[in-house]
């Protein structure tokens, strides 16, 4: 899978749910590896905020990104319909300090991106794979998160309220291609006895029925509720009875809880990378999702890659046999067993290190340690077989280091360790030199990691 981007850029324009301004935010194709960016084009300088989850800093209704004294709010929406459609850089230049509510949902962002289209980009996609459990919990709140391993990406939402009008529902989103279809267009929602202290609070000065869903669900009498419509200068409305006031009926029995499906999509989104795992989210808010999102960040933070998924009943893409084919090496120096994965800019390979190392005797007899100049000639091994996919007739080149940088070794590794190499190309191909950056996992470790510079030629 290749990162995606905009074919072209699009602009919307509406008022924001909290300033209440006119606002316009456009959004632009963006080159490889850039991710969501937010850029105010109304402030001196332009700046930008990356639209990563450690740059959260509100999210009392809806999620705001902040860098210094510039922020952006109420992006959620919009990070949603990026994500959901596979985008993964884009970048959105806007007039104000938060996004256009437009109908108080995602699907004219949504519409938008279907009219012109995306573009599929040259490196491939990087996704943040779940390979355990991960919870996160409010006790306070009730409001929980768990994401399970899974080969794809899904939500399951489940919302409760004490509300007679609004109690428990549960959405679901399988595949992210039916988002556009299914969860898009459900709108936020507000309860009326929340109404005046968030205005007072400074909040939902562009609010209005046309935008959120407004629930009537605690007796008021029809002057109390003038007097809301009067503060919130939206026209007054006759209420007899419980249930949902709106101009416009419910899109679906179940909009709230779509609503917050769509929530946890736009704070998925902060990770800074597509997700595979399937996640579970009982009664959740911005609060919880972005701590969720800033538990992730904090582990890709700590290790830059992820080790890549080995599963030894799946049949490797070369064997041994096929390996010595396209490399000189022989015993007791071919140090990789098989390659597992390869793309156009990378390769994974596996080395079994056993107690029948030859160099073990050596090294040392009491304490066994796989030499570390063995582990970076295993990666350079399977960087050759990279490289050498670049080739028509391979078995007829061999490849040849020239150059290493930056070894760092952080790990032993003995007998007993199965060895996972990532290998991928740092720049192009460039008259025959290749350079690559190397990483060997055991488990999830990294053990070592180094750059280092081959060439590549034909043998006489």
Do not use: W
């Amino acid at each position: 899978m290749k990162q995606v981007t905009l074919n072209n850029s699009f602009s919307v324009k509406g008022k924001g749910l909290h300033t209440g301004l006119e606002i316009e935010a456009t959004f632009y194709p963006a080159p490889e590896n850039h991710g969501y960016k937010f850029q105010r084009i109304d402030l001196e300088g332009e700046p930008i905020i990356d639209a990563l989850a450690e740059y959260v800093t509100a999210t009392t209704r809806g999620t705001v990104i902040s860098r210094g004294d510039v922020s952006v709010s109420t992006i959620e929406h919009a990070m949603a319909a990026l994500y959901s459609a596979g985008i993964d850089n884009c970048l959105i230049k806007l007039n104000a300090p938060e996004m256009p509510i437009l109908d108080g949902s995602a699907s004219e962002y949504c519409e938008r991106i279907a009219e012109i289209g995306t573009i599929e980009q040259k490196t491939d996609k990087d996704y943040y794979i779940v390979k355990q459990k991960i919870e996160v919990r409010d006790d306070t709140t009730g409001a929980s998160i768990v994401v399970l391993p899974d080969e794809d990406f899904s939500i399951d939402t489940m919302v409760a309220f004490d509300s007679p009008v609004l109690t428990n529902q549960f959405a679901s989103l399988d595949r992210l291609s039916d988002f556009a279809s299914e969860i898009s267009a459900s709108r936020t929602f507000v309860f009326v006895r929340e109404i005046e202290p968030l205005v007072k609070g400074n909040l939902i000065k562009g609010g209005d029925l046309d935008n959120a869903i407004v629930i009537y669900d605690a007796e008021l009498p029809q002057s109390e509720l003038d007097r809301i419509a009067d503060l919130m200068n939206v026209p007054r409305k006759n209420v007899s009875e419980f249930g949902y006031i709106n101009n416009k009926p419910l899109t679906t029995e179940n909009e709230p809880a779509r609503h917050k499906l769509m929530d946890v999509l736009g704070d998925i989104a902060l990770i800074g990378r597509p997700l595979k795992g399937k996640i579970i989210a009982t009664r959740p808010g911005h609060s919880i999702n972005t701590t969720f999102a800033k538990k992730i960040r904090q582990e890709i933070k700590r290790q830059d890659i992820q080790a890549p998924v080995y599963n030894p009943s799946i049949p490797p893409l070369m064997d041994n046999n096929k390996i010595r084919e396209l490399l000189p090496h022989r015993y007791p120096f071919l140090l990789v067993d098989k390659i597992i994965e390869k793309g156009e800019n990378y390769i994974v390979g596996i080395k079994n290190v056993t107690t029948n190392e030859p160099f073990f005797q050596g090294h040392f007899p009491q304490e066994p340690v796989m030499p570390g100049v063995l582990l970076v000639e295993a990666m350079a091994q399977t960087g050759g077989l990279l490289v050498l996919g670049t080739v028509e007739d391979p078995e007829r080149y061999s490849t040849y280091f020239m150059k290493i940088d930056n070894v760092k070794f952080r790990q032993k590794v003995v007998p007993g360790d199965t060895l996972i190499f990532h290998v991928s190309f740092m720049t192009p191909l460039r008259r025959g030199c290749a350079v690559m950056k190397g990483y060997a996992f055991v488990g999830e470790k990294i053990v070592t990691e180094c750059e280092f510079m081959a060439q590549i030629i034909k043998n006489k």
